[in-house]
């Protein structure tokens, strides 16, 4: 729910924003460059912790084209390492699977404990020596991301650079401090990925505003309508929208279909929020579920939405969670054709950008100028 009637009704700019250049969403250059400003440099959101759930699991994955590797280690912390040999730059990892031993390389079998010690060189100091006084073990493990984990995804600052994820996320963490309780991944029918053929900024600028509801999302729109939504709006971190109406799933009797997160205040008996946790993660909250959605870039004009739905409880309905996760992708399915279009027409040579509705898109404004600040910030550090 809206705390002050200001963040419902926003003071309009004194002048309508514009979105972003078409270089931004069809360039090679301009995407590499975003990459690095928008994704290596800020908490991107990776993979999920769901995704390596016990200890030695192991998920290879490629971010802003760097090879990584999500890992679960023995005493069951949540680690990202770049998924390469210290030796000579091998893979080590190439399809996803639990570690049973050490991690081995396949071309010279230096191996590596699942919290990145380096144990054993065979070898390395000649025919059946395994050591060598040049080789300090202690020195080559392998080389750990900065990670974090939140609401069960996996967030990583490729760069090193940014503030710890506390800190940088200090408001949205506070503002959903009542949700901060444990989530139960959904398990298979809960996880689903989407292959559009647009930028994903353009998922993240369509995502966070609920202008679109009523010629999109009809039939969500019915049960809660355009004038039920308030905008969110948090320069530098994250934007989106809330519902003061929000109808829970129900069993055919009528009853809830799953248990409510305990405690909460009573804005969710009838809330829900949507928020876009610049740069790639979208987030949905839910008395009762909620669900997490990571873009991943595929260069230019195409994302990969990978979708997580999260229960209060580990033991839900089966049946009900399927139903849920398809309504769910039907939403997400419904808003394709719209950022595919406006992909298309980034072909428009005289296109300006776009003007944003001083009242209904402030939240894709705001991610607009966070991104515009982020760029002009990585520039002026390079130069």
Not at 118 to 141: E, F, S, W
Not at 142 to 155: A, G, K, M, T
Not at 204 to 213: A, D, F, P, R, W
């Amino acid at each position: 729910m809206p705390d002050t009637a200001a963040e419902t009704m926003p003071e309009p700019p004194a002048a309508p924003a514009r979105g972003l250049p078409n270089a931004h969403y069809t360039d090679p250059d301009m995407h590499r460059a975003e990459q690095h400003a928008l994704l290596a440099a800020q908490w991107a959101g990776l993979a999920v912790a769901s995704d390596v759930p016990a200890p030695g699991d192991a998920l290879p994955l490629t971010f802003c084209g760097e090879p990584l590797l999500l890992l679960r280690d023995r005493a069951g912390q949540v680690r990202v390492f770049y998924n390469v040999c210290r030796h000579r730059g091998m893979i080590l990892v190439d399809a996803p699977r639990r570690i049973e031993g050490a991690i081995r390389c396949p071309y010279h079998s230096w191996c590596y404990a699942t919290d990145g010690r380096l144990v054993t060189t065979p070898h390395v100091g000649g025919p059946g020596r395994n050591t060598h006084a040049q080789i300090d073990r202690a020195t080559l493990g392998l080389i750990e991301v900065p990670s974090h984990v939140w609401r069960d995804v996996v967030f990583v600052n490729l760069s090193g650079t940014a503030p710890p994820f506390a800190e940088a996320n200090a408001d949205l963490i506070a503002r959903w401090a009542a949700l901060d309780q444990p989530l139960h991944h959904g398990g298979a029918e809960s996880r689903f990925t989407l292959t559009v053929r647009c930028n994903w900024k353009l998922a993240v600028e369509n995502y966070c505003e609920s202008y679109h509801l009523p010629w999109v999302h009809p039939g969500l729109n019915e049960i809660s309508r355009l004038e039920d939504h308030y905008n969110i709006e948090a320069p530098g971190a994250f934007s989106g929208q809330g519902t003061e109406v929000y109808q829970r799933p129900r069993r055919p009797d009528g009853t809830p279909a799953f248990p409510d997160f305990a405690g909460l205040p009573a804005m969710w008996d009838t809330g829900a929020e949507y928020v876009a946790l610049y740069p790639n993660v979208l987030l949905g909250a839910h008395r009762d579920h909620a669900f997490a959605i990571l873009l991943h870039p595929d260069g230019p004009t195409r994302t990969r939405e990978h979708v997580h739905l999260y229960y209060a409880a580990p033991d839900t309905d089966p049946a009900a969670r399927a139903a849920n996760a398809a309504q769910w992708k039907t939403v997400f399915e419904e808003d394709v054709f719209v950022v595919e279009g406006m992909q298309s027409g980034r072909a428009a040579r005289g296109f300006d950008g776009g003007t944003f509705s001083p009242v209904m898109d402030g939240p894709t404004r705001c991610f607009r100028a966070w991104a515009a600040a982020a760029l002009s910030e990585t520039s002026r550090a390079a130069e």
